[in-house]
């Protein structure tokens, strides 16, 4: 996943407990995908509060307590990349479900998988 923006916007928030402090760690990205990355951190920054209340609607049944603190990183990027609308839909759910198999578990990139796919077709942004 080198040179992904995903990546480091999960590297970089899964470090935290405050989404507020949150920025771009040391990477290796070309300048359009730091400015990708930038828009995603910013875009989860200022929408924390809807995302977290689209994965609370969305999480088929777990609290969102209940949920891996990587499975739940995942998600809500994922949400907020959903939000920004500027790659499809199936694109995001499996760029995400991927980098939760490679930093979570199987089960956990199911679950993420599970819940993406769902907003992605049943949820409208504005």
């Avoid at 994922?78 to 089960?107: Q, R, Y």
Wanted: hydrophobic share 40%.
């Amino acid at each position: 996943m080198k040179n992904d923006f995903r990546h480091y916007c999960l590297v970089s928030l899964f470090s935290l407990d405050e989404i507020d402090a949150v920025k771009l760690v040391n990477n290796d990205l070309s300048d359009n995908q730091v400015l990708r990355a930038e828009q995603l951190l910013k875009n989860t920054k200022d929408n924390i509060d809807t995302i977290l209340n689209v994965l609370e609607e969305n999480s088929l049944n777990w609290s969102v307590e209940r949920i891996g603190k990587a499975e739940k990183t995942s998600l809500i990027l994922g949400i907020s990349e959903l939000m920004l609308n500027l790659t499809p839909f199936k694109v995001i759910v499996a760029e995400w479900t991927k980098l939760t198999d490679k930093h979570a578990s199987s089960d956990g990139a199911k679950f993420v998988n599970a819940i993406l796919d769902n907003i992605s077709k049943n949820h409208e942004f504005t």
